[in-house]
């Protein structure tokens, strides 16, 4: 047996003469230290005097030790400033004439606080200045003319100013032989791109994104590696970027106007990495034969009017390089199937090809995909099961194939994407149960299955999915009685079971769980019918390493939707204590019993209890909920007066078919409330239409018979019959 001993080794026999003598002369050495050059001091101290420090960044800005000054560079034999790097310390007020009062300053960097005024113009003084980099603070105005001076400049980065605007001078492509880098996205410049930057042969990276330019689109004459165009008004066709065949990796020209097709030699850039188009008006069909090369990472065609089918090879494919990591060609008239040829793209991490006219099946070799992350097919016209293979895409975030033809089970196999964050397959024809295997989804958090026909019971599977923000099985044929666990999930943000056959009595809130429930109050700027629709947001950044990042925004109002069921009983008292709840629709169900006050329901924009046999009285806490803009408690049982003061008149027809009530109305005398409810509509969009003299007819008939149903289930025994007989 081989035995290894460990040993130390006495610490006095570390200390040799020799070693003892290099450390007493190491320690003779005086430290580095380089004086701040007396008149540069006083100009730093000036300039530091005027600023607003919160957290003391520049505190250290004392002594004559350059190299114990924040952010300071100075030269180690004259001991002359020349670097200033104070980015992201939340500095806020006035840059100070004093800092252009060092010649030998050859970089400013303060970006990323709040300096408000406009652009010093005496920076024009500072001759030896290579960089300014003053992006994202509330610089306003425009570019000083004396800037044109900075013979030596090499990068100007101005962007993130919203304030900064005007036109770009003419002279900015000509002032300085040595520009290499101009960044003046996300601020307000208007007008078309001075002539004398097309021709200026230093720039290799130009970033005008986000602001007011206009014009016809026309090639660089120089060989440029970043372009960014995005997010402004330019029209025009696409052109060539000839000059930058084998320089260009960035090319972002998303969000203009930009009209004409593709053409075939935007795929001839060698070098191109990124290629962001989506957001214009691009249309005809994708050339077939236009296939991007191997170097490619991100190609966005989404929302523009490509039409006719994908083309079977949109990018060069390799077993060993790396090759397309994110495809979306979303948001256009592509038709025809998908294309085999795209499971053969195995670097793929995110593929988005929604809202177009694609039929057929989802290709059975989609899980070849192993990397993929993000898969949205929805709102085409796709048809068939959901391929087994999918599997495969073990590293699933999201899978959203809501709004197509698709039908089959959910395969209890889908289990194995315990990664999956986000299962939309809403509006199908899906059939069967929820499979009590997709309790291995335990990361879920966004689940749509509505209007499929999915049927069966809830099972513990759902309990699960611990962090589950969105829950929606609305209108598929699901029966039984609701669980206990119902309303245990710490994340719930919105929770749809309307249009079922479910039965029973609602379950009473976990206080424990639902927190956001409890808590949350979200203000939603959306039409409430609107926003009780789930809309998801997705966003994918790239990172420096070629990877991507996925972030979703989910746009819902938090809410319970538990309406048209077979639910009985009385409603829990506990739902009514929740302060972040704003929507809450039970109507179309057999409840019954009191309704208690609402005052802790601060966060209320909507409540339907419509069409129930609810009893007693208004409380008279309704009206004082602020913001509370829709009402419907129609046709239940309610009785008693209600006084005009309550404020109830806001609400018109929320209290019709309540034969029992009391209305004061503006004569003082009492108004059955009989008007028919059309706040009722607010949670459901199927009205009928049709001619008018019918429609007449049934009005008449349907307020007779409606009258009489609501008195006869005002009566327990009448109720309890009719309960039994429907469920």
Not at 460 to 483: E, M
Request: aromatic letters at 10%; charged letters at 15%.
């Amino acid at each position: 047996m081989l035995m290894v001993m460990a040993h130390t080794t006495p610490l006095h026999r570390l200390w040799h003469p020799f070693t003892l003598l290099s450390v007493i002369l190491l320690c003779a050495i005086p430290s580095l230290s380089i004086d701040v050059f007396l008149q540069d001091k006083a100009s730093l101290l000036l300039f530091r005097s005027r600023l607003q420090d919160p957290y003391q960044s520049l505190s250290n800005w004392a002594g004559s030790n350059c190299t114990s000054w924040t952010g300071i560079t100075c030269d180690n034999r004259t001991g002359r400033v020349l670097s200033i790097n104070l980015t992201s310390m939340s500095l806020s007020g006035q840059i100070h004439p004093s800092l252009c009062q060092l010649p030998y300053l050859s970089k400013v960097g303060l970006s990323h606080n709040n300096f408000t005024s406009l652009l010093p113009e005496c920076f024009g003084n500072l001759l030896n200045l290579r960089v300014i980099d003053l992006s994202y603070n509330r610089f306003h105005g425009g570019i000083p003319d004396s800037f044109m001076r900075l013979r030596h400049l090499t990068e100007l980065v101005l962007s993130g100013n919203p304030g900064l605007g005007g036109p770009l001078p003419a002279w900015i492509g000509n002032f300085s032989t040595n520009l290499e880098r101009l960044h003046l996205g996300v601020c307000s410049f208007r007008g078309g791109i001075p002539e004398s930057l097309l021709y200026l042969k230093s720039l290799k990276y130009l970033d005008l994104g986000n602001n007011l330019l206009s014009g016809n689109l026309v090639g660089f004459r120089q060989p440029l590696v970043v372009l960014n165009l995005a997010s402004n008004q330019f029209a025009g066709t696409l052109p060539c970027f000839s000059a930058s065949v084998q320089s260009l990796t960035v090319l972002n020209l998303s969000n203009n106007s930009i009209v004409g097709g593709l053409p075939a030699c935007i795929a001839s850039l060698q070098a191109l990495t990124h290629l962001n188009l989506s957001g214009n008006h691009l249309k005809y069909r994708i050339y077939p034969r236009l296939v991007f090369s191997l170097k490619l990472l991100v190609l966005d065609l989404s929302y523009n009017d490509f039409s006719g089918p994908i083309p079977s090879q949109i990018a060069e494919t390799s077993e060993k390089l790396l090759g397309l990591v994110l495809l979306d060609l979303s948001h256009n008239q592509f038709s025809g199937e998908i294309p085999v040829k795209i499971t053969e793209l195995k670097t793929l991490e995110a593929l988005f090809l929604s809202h177009n006219i694609l039929s057929g099946e989802i290709p059975a070799r989609i899980g070849n995909l192993t990397y993929l992350q993000v898969i949205d097919f929805s709102h085409n016209a796709l048809s068939g099961t959901i391929p087994f293979s999918i599997v495969g895409c073990f590293q699933l975030y999201a899978l959203i194939l809501n709004n197509n033809n698709l039908s089959g089970v959910i395969q209890p196999e889908f289990d194995a994407l315990d990664t999956l964050r986000i299962l939309d397959i809403s509006n199908n024809r899906f059939s069967g149960t929820i499979p009590l295997t997709l309790a291995g989804c335990k990361s879920l958090e966004i689940v749509d299955f509505s209007s499929n026909e999915l049927s069966g019971s809830l099972n513990d599977a759902i309990t699960k999915w611990s962090n589950l923000r969105y829950l929606s099985l609305a209108q598929n044929k699901f029966s039984g009685n609701l669980p206990s666990w119902l309303f245990t999930f710490d994340a719930i943000e919105t929770m749809d079971f309307s249009h079922n056959k479910f039965s029973g009595f609602i379950p009473d809130i976990n206080l424990k769980g639902s927190l956001i429930f409890n808590t949350r109050n979200v203000t939603v700027k959306e039409p409430l019918v609107a926003a009780r629709n789930l809309q998801l947001r997705f966003s994918a950044v790239v990172s420096d390493s070629n990877q991507l990042g996925f972030t979703y925004h989910i746009s819902s109002m938090v809410g319970i939707d538990l309406s048209s069921n077979l639910l009985h009983g009385e409603i829990p008292r506990g739902l009514f204590g929740l302060a972040g709840l704003e929507y809450l629709n039970f109507s179309f169900n057999f409840l019954y019993g009191q309704l208690p006050g609402l005052q802790k329901m601060q966060s209320l924009k909507a409540l339907d209890l419509s069409h129930n046999s609810l009893s007693g009285h208004i409380p008279g806490n309704i009206s004082s909920l602020q913001d509370l803009s829709i009402l419907n408690l129609s046709y239940n049982c309610f009785s008693g007066y209600v006084p005009q003061k309550q404020g109830y008149g806001k609400f018109p027809g929320a209290f019709a078919g309540n034969p029992d009530l009391c209305m004061e109305s503006s004569s003082g005398v009492c108004d059955d409330g009989r008007t028919q409810s059309v706040l009722g509509s607010s949670f459901r969009e199927d009205r009928m239409e049709g001619p008018i003299s019918l429609g007449i007819f049934f009005i008449s008939a349907f307020v007779s018979f409606d009258f009489g149903v609501v008195v006869l289930f005002c009566s327990a025994r009448a109720r309890n019959y009719i309960l039994q007989t429907k469920v």
